[in-house]
């Protein structure tokens, strides 16, 4: 099943696919729900720049049948955060860097953000659509990852992983290569690809042609309205908010990562024994390259 996101992780998943002005709309609404929650429709539009018509798309567009409905949704999510309580550094609430800012609400405000894709992403994974990519790894032939740029590193990690456990997978960061990788896949395969924004054609180009081939193919993506969505068997969505100096992208690494391990784990779960041994036999072998314990420095 779908676990039911937020409003707010909704709204900002969408964000790619709405019309320049109905992402103003978006914009005020995310910045300040309790806030949105008291303005008339005219206020709203006046406020983002725009129409009454356009914040009726708006609605529509986030699967909202109109404005009264909106409101009572962003009271609701504004009361839900409040009875959570604020972070422990208040400062850091809205998610963003001002230009004044000192290094300790920097570290402060990277951190929330961090831990906040964490828990977002966890609440909207569709679990149903996880439990079938690891069932179709499980039973893969051929395993084949891509990712560009910085969704590469979650791309290695995934195949380091599933190589780590006995799975024969292969990492393909150069586009080239990636595109010939896909010649030798077919049903019984599997393909995925990484790309937070969805719209790499790298990454998007090599899905299409392994779905061709047969393969199942795979997205991990934060927008699943894009195009890397469209073209994938099964898709799983982070959500990672880009935030002021694009602190938001290295949220959105992690929320990869932690999407990557549940497929990693649950892989692994479904052959405890094996995987075991096969990470205990990786021990081994890099045993040597550790340092003995109670070695101290060298002086």
Known sequence: MVNSPGLLVHINALLPSLSPAEQRVARLVVADPADAAGHTITDLATAAETSEATVIRFCRSIGITGYPQLR????????????????????????????????ARIVATIAFNEARALEETAAQLDVAACDRVVEAVDGAGRIE???AGPSGSAALDLQQKLHRIGRSVAYWPDPQAALASTSLLGPGDVAIGISHSGTSAGVLDVLAQARLRGAVTVAVTNFPRSPIAEAADLVLTTAARETTYRSGALAGRLAQLMVVDCIFVGVAVRNRKRAGQALAAADEATARLRAPSGRGRPR
């Open 72 to 103: 009572i949704r962003l009271a609701a999510e504004a009361a839900e955060a409040a009875s959570r309580g604020r972070p422990e550094d208040d400062r850091v609430a809205g998610g963003e860097i001002p230009p004044d800012a000192d290094l």
């Open 145 to 147: 990852v891509y990712g």
